[in-house]
């Protein structure tokens, strides 16, 4: 399978600077591996991410569905041309975490030339899925 990303060249090296100074740094978020069509981060369990239960908090399960699949929208398309922006996340949370790592794994289910869908996968330590999310994203035109 060729892969999906418009710069043929990128490697996962190419992101480790990503989001300096965002929301995905400050929660631990940090980006493990990319494939031809899946891009994987992880993210801590800690008292960045827990709720008041000492649970991962569903929030901060969204916060790294977005920034996961965002960054993967963005990776499809020229960038110098277009920007792409979530329009809709939703999320089912369907197990906990109490501590440890999380990863997310996000792969397109639809790349078009106006918008993108992208699925993104969490799960926990032992591999089991805690987190299942969808992203929709606009693809707009840069402005000059």
């Not at 710069?7 to 978020?29: C, P, Q, S, V, Y």
Request: proline share 2%.
């Amino acid at each position: 399978m060729a892969a999906i990303w418009f710069n043929k060249d990128l490697t996962i090296e190419h992101l480790a600077g990503l989001g300096k100074g965002t929301m995905g740094e400050h929660i631990g978020i940090r980006f493990t591996e990319l494939g031809d069509n899946y891009l994987k981060a992880t993210m801590p369990v800690d008292h960045r991410t827990k709720q008041p239960y000492g649970l991962l908090h569903g929030g901060a399960s969204v916060a790294l569905a977005e920034t996961i699949g965002s960054v993967g929208a963005a990776l499809v398309i020229d960038q110098n041309q277009y920007i792409c922006v979530g329009q809709e996340i939703n999320a089912n949370h369907l197990r906990s975490a109490k501590g440890g790592y999380v990863t997310g794994v996000t792969m397109p289910l639809h790349i078009g030339a106006t918008s993108q869908v992208w699925e993104i996968k969490i799960y926990d330590e032992a591999e089991k899925l805690i987190c299942v999310s969808r992203i929709t994203i606009a693809v707009l035109k840069r402005k000059g």
